[in-house]
């Protein structure tokens, strides 16, 4: 939590960074805590919320996220740290933004925002998605802030929300549809404009799932992968390795029978989860070659605000990249 | 009222819905309870949204090859009378299904099912994969081949989504706009001209005249079927509140998943759906407690001292845990509430079984 603590290269590429992953990955937690590295490290950060989920703002020291944005992590942690703000962005709100700016005026707009966006989203495959997309988009166009973080849809929604752009561009062939999706379009395959981190945990099914989510992000839709988040992994203590009793032995300690017992359970369910954690580690390196952040499984069941701290701490960290994969 | 265990919710029930935030183990939770009425002699299927592949490959169906059809899971029991099948659910062939049945003859269908509007629907409505566990449900309920069906339901941050599906399916057929568009006749055209027109405007404006040619195709082929529809709804609705249904709500101990459980147990009752049974999935043990002597005030890095940093964390980790937990205690008041350790990635039978014996169980957590 030092001063001085620098942007990753990585984190500065890009005006709109993605974060994507399954439900219970910690994706929100993570767009979080990099909202807190760049803007220690200066940046005016914009943290998007697209799936309704408004629990950041009070992570952040705010209010509930809603349409309107707000100030979050008012006081600045050092001189020279630049902010956070926050807001959520929904399909309607998107809507009623877009109709704005196209000049549908007044009855008309209040008769097609409200009444009819279920109907006309159901009769365009991807136009909910399209409008959120469109409403980063436009934030970026207008670059609204250094850093825009976008909390996207779990995993399983976050392929569709991503693809809805290039589906549309298959299924409208004019108007001003088409020329939103084209640009959202651009925006996703432009690697300097935007990229994708995707968040998982040292488990067997979120890294089957994140697997396939890369593969789909990339080879289907073109878009820039940011290093890999591997969230809550157990920090490796080979200590656990020893029986307690030996353990002791070589600290000079003596200890009960009872305490030696604990310990023995403590040190062996340990070492089952970091049994499973590198077993995982090493699917990662065979199967998603793609530089990998680690970030350390924190021992509470909910997140305050000086753990972002840890987490972003953690996430300055240079990425390690697997052997054989080259940058 | 009195506290009814798990064990009896499994015996008694004839539909259990498993509902909760997304990754605390659902689809796990839903199969286990599953696996466990059918291992007490009864015939169950076990309905799910998207298991995780090891999980789908233990019960036999695949991902790939989505069936409309249930398949016996074989060798699940060795109960003389007991079965276990299961079924993914695909809610475009639902919705197709649906469709079939209520269109009247195969021409009316074809043109329904063909059209790019109904496609999109079927596939991305908000709502559209909700209404369809439920409506598949209902068809598996009708059936009457089964004791007892198993629906986990899709991970939900508003699982309330799910539940007002029907009506919400009935509110879009309903919709004035809908009417409008779907009535044949001209005569209403002058009075009702505005509201159809500004929405058939604004659509061509956004997305083209084809689309607006494929939406009055739609609807006027859809017309008709508003009322088989409704039906449907209202005995889904019905069958959902049931004195034979139980909804379990499974949660994890993380701040965030209670958060959004406590949410969804309120919203449960609100909506008069049956909460039976509260599962708390992945819980950390607690470690058994140490002397106070035997902690050493300075331990230089080092074996022990790896030991219990561990030790440490994981009792603040379980006392933290426990407060969470008993926030969703809190709100269970006459309704079973079971805790179930952390296990390792759940991906076959045995598995399950180990599973099921803590759902049944209801133990506290416990390292050792």
């Known amino acids: 939590m030092g001063p001085g603590r620098s942007t990753p290269e990585w984190l500065g590429r890009t005006r709109v960074l993605m974060v994507v992953g399954?439900?219970?990955?910690?994706?929100?937690?993570?767009?979080?805590?990099?909202?807190?590295?760049?803007a220690d490290g200066g940046a005016d950060v914009l943290l998007v919320s697209v799936d309704g989920k408004s629990g950041l703002g009070p992570l952040l020291g705010g209010t509930p996220l809603g349409p309107d944005e707000q100030v979050l992590r008012t006081k600045a942690h050092r001189s020279?740290?630049?902010?956070?703000?926050?807001?959520?962005?929904t399909p309607?709100?998107?809507?009623?933004?877009y109709l704005e700016l196209k000049g549908f005026g007044g009855i008309l707009r209040r008769a097609a925002s409200a009444a009819s966006l279920d109907l006309i989203a159901g009769a365009t495959p991807g136009m909910e998605h399209l409008l959120v997309l469109g409403k980063i988009k436009e934030l970026d166009r207008l670059q609204s802030a250094d850093l825009i973080i976008v909390d996207a849809p779990p995993a399983g929604h976050a392929t569709p929300f991503l693809r809805s752009a290039s589906a549309l561009q298959t299924a409208v062939a004019s108007g001003p549809v088409r020329d939103q999706a084209d640009e959202v379009a651009a925006l996703l395959a432009d690697h300097h404009r935007s990229q994708c981190v995707m968040v998982t945990l040292p488990e067997e099914t979120p890294v089957n799932e994140v697997i396939e989510l890369a593969y789909d992000l990339e080879d289907e839709l073109s878009l820039a992968l940011a290093p890999l988040v591997v969230n809550g992994c157990w920090p490796d203590r080979p200590g656990l390795s020893m029986t307690a009793a030996a353990a002791a032995r070589k600290q000079k300690i003596t200890l009960s029978v009872a305490t030696r017992r604990a310990l023995d359970d403590v040190a062996r369910f340990g070492r089952a989860r970091l049994d499973m954690q590198l077993e995982q580690f090493a699917r990662l390196d065979d199967r998603l070659p793609l530089p990998r952040i680690q970030l350390p499984r924190l021992p509470v069941a909910r997140l305050r605000p000086e753990h972002l701290d840890v987490l972003a701490e953690a996430l300055a960290a240079e990425p390690t990249v697997p052997a054989g994969v080259t940058k | 009222m009195t506290?009814?265990?798990?064990?009896?919710v499994l015996q008694e029930a004839g539909l259990v819905v498993t509902c909760g935030p997304g990754g605390v183990g659902k689809t796990s939770t839903a199969a286990a309870l599953a696996l466990?009425?059918?291992?007490?002699?009864?015939r169950v299927i076990v309905v799910t949204v998207d298991p995780a592949r090891r999980l789908a490959d233990a019960l036999g169906i695949d991902g790939s090859a989505k069936s409309h059809d249930p398949s016996e899971v074989i060798g699940a029991t060795s109960h003389p009378t007991g079965s276990l099948w299961a079924l993914m659910l695909d809610a475009e062939s639902t919705f197709d299904r649906l469709i079939t049945d209520r269109a009247g003859d195969a021409k009316r269908a074809q043109t329904i099912l063909a059209n790019p509007i109904y496609r999109s629907i079927a596939g991305s409505l908000g709502g559209a994969?909700?209404?369809?566990?439920?409506?598949?449900?209902?068809?598996?309920?009708?059936?009457?081949?089964?004791?007892?069906?198993?629906?986990?339901?899709?991970?939900s941050r508003h699982a309330i989504d799910l539940l007002g599906a029907p009506d919400r399916l009935v509110t879009f057929f309903s919709h004035p706009i809908y009417r409008i568009i779907a009535a044949p006749g001209r005569s209403f055209a002058r009075v009702t001209n505005a509201g159809s027109a500004t929405f058939l405007w604004v659509v061509r404006k956004l997305a083209g005249p084809k689309v607006v040619e494929d939406i009055i195709e739609f609807f006027r082929s859809l017309s008709g079927m508003e009322a088989g529809l409704r039906q449907r709804a209202a005995e889904a609705s019905t069958l959902l509140r049931a004195k034979t249904t139980a909804f379990v709500l499974v949660s994890s101990p993380r701040a965030e998943a209670i958060d959004e459980a406590a949410h969804l147990a309120d919203a449960l009752r609100d909506g008069g759906f049956p909460l039976r049974a509260m599962v708390i999935n992945l819980v950390h043990p607690t470690p058994a407690s140490i002397d106070a002597d035997d902690i050493p005030t300075e331990l230089p890095p080092g074996p022990l001292a790896d030991q219990f940093a561990l030790y440490e964390e994981l009792t603040a980790l379980a006392h933290d845990e426990a407060i969470e937990m008993d926030r969703l205690r809190d709100l269970a008041d006459d309704v079973a509430l079971v805790e179930v350790p952390l296990i390792d990635d759940i991906h076959d039978l045995d598995g399950l079984a180990e599973l099921g014996t803590h759902l049944l169980l209801n133990a506290h957590v416990d390292l050792a």
């Open chain 1, 22 to 38: 399954k439900g219970g990955v910690g994706t929100s937690t993570v767009a979080a805590s990099l909202a807190v590295l760049a």
């Open chain 1, 80 to 89: 020279g740290a630049g902010r956070i703000r926050g807001r959520t962005i």
């Open chain 1, 92 to 97: 309607k709100q998107a809507f009623g933004d």
């Open chain 2, 3 to 8: 506290t009814v265990d798990i064990a009896t």
């Open chain 2, 36 to 42: 466990a009425a059918a291992n007490s002699g009864r």
């Open chain 2, 129 to 155: 994969q909700e209404y369809m566990a439920i409506e598949r449900l209902h068809q598996l309920w009708s059936s009457n081949e089964f004791d007892l069906i198993v629906i986990d339901t899709p991970p």
